[in-house]
């Protein structure tokens, strides 16, 4: 069992959409434990500097606009293989080709308004988390114990 901690954004679509708390059972359910959470509206310099990644695709300009659009829910998720099972709640980027039954099929529209963002490697949920979370404001549940409450 490897536990892990992943980047979850909902998108403005999905915030409009008002299924904030849809998403968020779906993590629960799926043993995924939120231990941080914030909601942001993100400048178009954060928005770039979060997806500099893509910086020379052509969807760059798309993907930043619809950022900005509104806000965003933004959390860690912890978990066993938290990065990967994230991943599949998630579904396929293209809303069109992911299965049902996940968060895309389910709540997403387009390639563009996809509902949602989850780090995909150890290497980008590192980077994420620290981009929007200081250490001190990630409250792991690792050691707590459900039967303790
Ligand atoms: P995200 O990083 O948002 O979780 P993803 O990892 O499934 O999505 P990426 O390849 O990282 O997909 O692309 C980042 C975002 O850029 C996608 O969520 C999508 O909105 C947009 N995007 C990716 N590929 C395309 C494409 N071929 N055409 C248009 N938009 C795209
Ligand atoms: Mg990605």
Do not use: C
């Amino acid at each position: 069992m490897t536990i892990e901690r992943t980047l979850s954004i909902i998108k403005p679509d999905a915030v409009a959409k008002n299924v904030i708390g849809q998403i968020y059972s779906r993590f629960e359910n799926a043993g995924l434990k939120i231990i941080a959470a914030n909601m942001a509206y993100l400048s178009r310099s954060d928005a770039e500097k979060f997806y500099v990644i893509h910086k020379n695709q052509p969807f760059f300009k798309d993907l930043i606009e619809f950022m900005i659009l509104g806000p965003l829910m933004i959390q860690v998720l912890e978990g066993d293989d938290a990065i990967a099972k994230n991943r599949r709640l998630m579904g396929a980027t293209d809303p069109k080709k992911a299965e049902t039954g996940t968060i895309r099929a389910d709540f997403a529209v387009s390639i563009d308004a996809n509902a949602i963002h989850g780090s995909d490697s150890q290497e980008t949920a590192a980077t994420e988390i620290a981009f929007f979370f200081p250490e001190i404001n990630v409250y792991s549940q690792r050691n707590v114990s459900s039967g303790t409450f």
